[in-house]
């Protein structure tokens, strides 16, 4: 079964500062990985996503990801975060249903909260 | 263009009740997927609707049903509520296709269960 493991459930950072959010996931198959982020009293928005294809994927907000096979990881990185940066960050893995073509169904992290202060 | 839409926003039950959330899916997609999501914890897949049928299920009791409407629009719906049923309920949507899995799901702002 696939698994991932956000390794901080925390992370205080100042404003300007960079930050990395760590994500590491168990998979036997090729995966899908997803950065979501969840604002307060909100859904969740899509921040970037890796099919196939370059390792470092670009996503909204000046967000980035890189994906390492060899490492499982997929961690998040910003080079300044800003105040308005502060969320809730969920990294999730597409699940590969058995026997059958991929669902799209999503495996959660336990989610990071970024914490940026001024 | 509309996004995933939820209703409704907040919602009060007693334990034994029963509830119906609903979800209208982002205009174009056809495929909806339905996640509980408890305080402090990430989202937990219950089950997906493609072509008005359930396509997978995750670990969550028969007490958890849904359905889905040929406008492709969806319903949850949960049985002899427990306490522990207390969590925001999202609904995601996606387009189906050979690989869907690569599709990404939109989110709806989800409905916040109580149960007393």
């Known amino acids: 079964a696939q698994s991932v493991t956000q390794l901080d459930s925390q992370v205080p950072v100042f404003e300007e500062a960079p930050v990395e959010l760590r994500c590491n996931y168990s998979s036997s198959v090729s995966v899908y990985l997803f950065w979501y982020v969840q604002y307060p009293n909100q859904g969740l928005q899509l921040l970037l996503k890796?099919?196939?294809?370059?390792?470092l994927v670009k996503g909204i907000n000046g967000f980035e990801a890189e994906f390492n096979k060899s490492q499982t990881s997929f961690h998040l990185r910003k080079p300044s975060v800003h105040i308005s940066d502060t969320a809730e960050y969920f990294c999730a893995v597409s699940d590969l249903w058995e026997g059958s073509s991929n669902t799209g169904k999503l495996i959660f992290g336990q989610g990071t909260t970024l914490q940026v202060k001024p | 263009d509309a996004g995933v839409t939820q209703s409704p926003t907040h919602l009060i039950k007693t334990r034994g009740q029963q509830v119906t959330l609903r979800c209208s899916p982002k205009s174009g997609h056809d495929t909806v997927s339905w996640y509980q999501q408890a305080l402090g914890q990430g989202p937990q897949f219950i089950f997906q609707?493609?072509?008005?049928?359930?396509?997978q299920r995750g670990n969550f009791p028969d007490r958890f049903s849904g359905h889905q409407f040929p406008n492709y629009s969806s319903e949850l719906n949960v049985n002899a509520l427990l306490l522990g049923d207390s969590a925001l309920y999202l609904c995601?949507?996606?387009?189906?296709?050979?690989?869907?899995?690569?599709?990404?799901?939109?989110f709806g702002d989800g409905t916040r269960l109580s149960i007393l």
């Open positions: 609707y493609y072509e008005e049928e359930e396509r």
């Open positions: 890796y099919l196939s294809g370059s390792t």
């Open positions: 995601a949507s996606s387009l189906a296709g050979s690989r869907i899995g690569n599709q990404p799901q939109h």
